[in-house]
């Protein structure tokens, strides 16, 4: 068996660890149950496994086809000419903190996003300048990080 990074346990760990998370975790696990004894070592590897990506899939796919969502950045932005776009929007994808052990103190937070298209993805009301974001229109800039 491959070994698996240390970021997938680490993220393994605190999903289901995770509070908000453990709604999604059972029913992941009742799903299992259906197959294997609750006491079956398998489970534990698919889990350690399978689970982080199942998770994610679950989340994007309760998503998928809504024509409002809750969630996302949006940044300012001060790289486009068009006054009518205000800032940059996006879905994150990850969050990232790197360390840098010899400087103390230093907690750096980056998001990993998907950005919007600003010209393509979006539109601006004209009378009231609320924004209609089109996450099927992808900006493809090799930038996806912005500081928390």
């Known amino acids: 068996m491959a070994q ?4 997938h346990i680490i993220e393994t760990y605190t999903l289901t ?15 299992l149950y259906q ?36 969630y996302g ?15 940059s929007y996006g879905i994150i994808e990850e969050v990232i903190q790197p360390t840098y052990p010899p400087i103390q103190n230093l907690h750096i937070v980056l998001f990993k996003c998907r950005w919007v298209d600003p010209v393509r993805g979006m539109k601006v009301h004209p ?8 996450f099927k229109k992808l900006y493809h800039k090799d930038d996806p990080f912005i500081l928390a």
């Open 127 to 134: 009378c009231l300048h609320l924004v209609d974001v089109n």
């Open 17 to 31: 660890n995770c509070e908000v998370v453990t709604p999604y975790y059972k029913s992941y696990l009742n799903k």
């Open 4 to 7: 698996r990074p240390e970021r």
């Open 73 to 87: 950045v949006c940044v300012n932005s001060s790289s486009y000419t068009d006054q009518r776009i205000t800032g």
């Open 35 to 70: 197959y294997d004894h609750p006491d079956d070592p398998i489970i534990d590897r698919l889990v350690s496994t399978e689970f982080k990506d199942w998770f994610k899939r679950r989340t994007e796919r309760q998503n998928t086809g809504k024509s409002i969502m809750n």
